[in-house]
């Protein structure tokens, strides 16, 4: 099964290819993975899906903990979060009786079309990867079907401050970022 | 404040962080390094190989505790420093690695000697540095060296662009730094965490301190021995671990692990608690894992959380340094001694006995030959000269494990092996290093006939710059430990490992760097030419031909449990009267 991994990491060139580094040098293959910056502009959240068998999932987290540039990792796999993915779904080759049907469809799914064509829809719809999942099969039916995902998304429902599982690294408090390393002149 | 550039910058904050030597070799893009250090005191070692800079910069890391600095130029000077990044990252050695890179302007055009040495390192270091901006230099140097030098110590690599080199600005010597909001450091350990630990401890009625690196690392030798005693708990090591135990010391045991001792391997084998402090439970360590002591609980205290149930799942897991953590466990433990040591002190002094007995009954052995030099009589022989006082660097193989058998050490720091990478080469290099650090210090580097050719440039380097390294080759004409393998598990399809064809006149080849050296055969002639060497004021070539076929023993076949060892030529000796 798949592990959902939040983190917050420095805002700098290489942060991404460390993160994916340790992914990748254990054979773990990255299903999604999503970056951006966040309200304090020097750090990125990455939200990462990646096929990470069980007993592996907490060492995981520490080694990418270890990162430098990571300040925070969080496995919320089992954790109670909010997950959502946005996708475009370009339907083609929709009979004309169709149509209404597809618009109908989409309406179900709270998707919006946001391009209209005479031989095609696209469809934005936003919501947990399953959802989209459901939608695209049943589109199957209607046409064919192209699409591109985002990847997961993810936020623990509670403040970070207050999760109640294991938080492998805490943001500093005031103490401690004051004792951090200044260099003494000569 | 004054203006300079990027590259006298990057002296004057090395220089700050309290480099004493570099290690390096200069390039096209580092020249204008190069030219701020041609009249700068910092001083500076030309090797003549970028690979054996990284490893004598770990030589004196590794003698010293202190970041150890190596230097070299863009891609194949980067890409050759490779090695002994990833080996400093293996043994969690702390250094600093400066490279430099083409100009912005060439980044990604392939231009001369460009790699992306950024990329490249990602997985090579602990962590490293692009700079693109002048601006950052001097406050990079000094995260990477804090970055190297504390918490579980490991290799930095600061890239820098030719440009930010050339580039000027006002350099402050006290800049102001931004926090390292990623890299948080435990070092003290949670008082519930040494409570647990404490209860585990009087719990124990067959305990094994599992020594390892860590303990030299944090320098909690003391501690270590501490805890011991209070416990009258045997000591086995890893062999990143020695000299963390005097070997007199009643409770010391041996080396564990592939080539360990017998009663270390039997004594981890059949505990009831093991207590890891700095260690890894790496394979070579315990063998088959999931039959690795199978009857014990375990007590792991690693600086490095992600070492806690890595290997082996931890009944208690402490998290801190291993100085602190020891020292908290031991202040608990004297507080707690009255009223529980005595509990289950019958079982713990029996056990003692036990493994003492394995120690007595099979030491380290072989048979004995006054024609040939065995290589085990070889290291004994070093022993004797070295009194556990002695630099001893090795490089990897067959002589490694001997050395690491027979060559005993009383204080951390004497002892370099490359242990977790395993690279050939790396003894010559990293001794010339120990020998910088330490010019008042003996210092012996044995390789293998193999090895040794691996590291032959830098006899030039102990030569050039008068570096009274005393090298010595175990030389039995094979790539001996491929040899053995083939030997027990191939059915001796001795298949490439002859070194014998075109290996050089020891005397000659030293003879035309300048410096003496001496080819010796028979057992007779050993300690006198062992003397010679130690006599000779300048670096000394000692050529010793030793047993061609001749195994390590005991021996921990890859994937049989740690207690099924070949014993070989280890015979049971009587023991009582």
Not at chain 2, 30 to 39: G, N, R
Request: glycine share 8%.
């Amino acid at each position: 099964m798949n592990q959902l991994i939040s983190l917050l990491v420095e805002n700098e060139a290489g942060a991404l290819m460390r993160v994916a580094g340790v992914l990748t040098s254990r054979g773990y293959n990255i299903e999604s993975l999503t970056v951006a910056k966040t309200l304090d502009p020097t750090l990125s959240s990455m939200t990462i899906v990646a096929d990470v068998a069980e007993e592996s999932r907490v060492l995981l987290i520490k080694q990418i903990t270890r990162l430098v540039n990571v300040v925070k990792a969080v496995d919320l796999t089992e954790s109670n979060a909010v997950q959502r993915e946005l996708a475009l779904i370009k339907i083609s080759s929709v009979k004309p009786e169709m149509r209404s049907s597809v618009a109908k469809e989409a309406e179900i799914f709270r998707a919006r079309i946001v391009d209209v064509a005479p031989t095609h829809y696209t469809l934005e719809v936003t919501g947990s990867p399953e959802k989209i999942d459901a939608l695209i099969d049943l589109l199957h039916h209607y046409g064919d079907v192209e699409m591109t995902r985002s990847g997961s998304m993810a936020m623990a429902r509670m403040p970070a401050n207050r999760l109640p599982y294991p938080m492998f690294r805490a943001e500093p408090s005031a103490e401690e970022s004051q004792t951090t390393p200044v260099v003494e002149s000569k | 404040m004054a203006l300079m550039n990027g590259a006298r910058i990057l002296i004057e904050s090395l220089a700050r962080e309290g480099a004493e030597v570099v290690f390096g070799y200069p390039g096209g893009v580092t020249i204008p390094v190069y030219d701020v250090l041609y009249d700068h005191n910092l001083r500076h070692i030309l090797v003549r190989h970028e690979e054996n800079a990284a490893f004598a910069a770990q030589g004196f890391a590794r003698a010293t505790g202190k970041v150890g600095v190596c230097m070299a130029t863009s891609g194949p000077g980067a890409t050759n420093l490779t090695t002994g990044l990833v080996d400093a990252l293996m043994d969690s050695i702390p250094i600093v690695a400066i490279t430099g890179q083409v100009p912005q302007s060439l980044i990604g055009r392939d231009a001369f000697q460009e790699a992306d040495t950024f990329g490249i390192t990602r997985a090579a270091t602990k962590h490293n540095y692009l700079v693109k901006n002048i601006e950052d230099l001097s406050q990079v140097i000094h995260e990477a060296f804090y970055i190297a030098g504390s918490g579980r110590p490991g290799p930095v690599l600061v890239d820098i662009t030719k440009d930010v080199l050339l580039a000027k600005t006002n350099f402050h010597m006290s800049d102001k730094l931004k926090p390292l909001r990623g890299y948080e450091l435990k070092l003290d350990p949670d008082q519930a965490e040494v409570d647990e630990a404490v209860d585990f401890l009087w719990e124990a009625e067959r305990p094994c301190i599992y020594a390892g690196g860590g303990i030299i690392s944090a320098a909690a030798h003391e501690e270590v021995v501490k805890l011991s005693e209070l416990l009258g708990a045997p000591l086995v090591h890893t062999v990143m671990g020695h000299g963390c135990m005097p070997p007199e010391h009643p409770n010391y045991v041996s080396m564990l692990g592939m080539h360990g001792g017998y009663a270390a391997n039997m004594c981890i084998s059949r505990c009831d608690s093991i207590i890891g402090v700095g260690v890894r439970f790496d394979d070579r360590v315990t063998g088959r894992l999931d039959r690795f002591a199978p009857e014990a609980r375990v007590l792991h205290i690693d600086i490095d959380p992600v070492e806690i149930n890595k290997n082996r799942r931890a009944d208690v897991g402490v998290v801190g340094d291993a100085k602190r953590a020891l020292a908290a466990i031991n202040k608990r433990l004297e507080e707690t001694q009255a009223q529980k040591s005595t509990e289950n002190m019958k079982a713990r002094t029996a056990w003692h006995g036990k493994v003492m007995d394995w120690q007595a009954e099979h030491p380290y052995s072989y048979e004995p030959s006054d024609v040939e030099i065995k290589p085990q009589y070889l290291m004994e022989t070093i022993n004797k000269f070295s009194k556990g006082e002695a630099i001893v660097t090795v490089d990897v193989g067959q002589h490694q494990m001997w050395a690491a058998q027979y060559i005993k050490f009383n204080s951390p720091r004497l002892w370099q092996s490359s242990s977790g990478l395993g690279s050939m080469g790396f003894g010559i290099p990293s001794g010339m290093g120990a020998k910088v650090a330490c010019p008042d210090k003996l210092v012996f580097s044995i390789s293998g006939d193999g090895g040794f050719m691996m590291s032959l440039p830098e006899v030039a380097t102990v030569v050039g710059n008068n570096i009274p390294l005393k090298m010595i080759i175990m030389n039995n004409g094979w790539l001996g430990m491929v040899r053995q393998w083939q030997d027990l598990f191939f059915d001796k399809r001795y298949s490439e490992v002859d070194m014998q064809p075109g290996f050089p006149d020891i005397p000659m080849l030293a003879a035309s760097f300048g410096i003496k050296g001496v080819t010796v055969r028979k057992p007779a002639d050993l300690e006198a030419a062992i003397q010679e060497m130690i006599d000779e004021p300048g670096p000394f070539l000692l050529n010793v031909m030793v047993t061609r076929e001749e195994n390590v023993y005991p021996m921990v076949p890859a994937g049989g449990a740690l207690d099924e060892m070949i014993l070989g030529s280890q015979k049971p000796v009587a023991t009582g009267d």
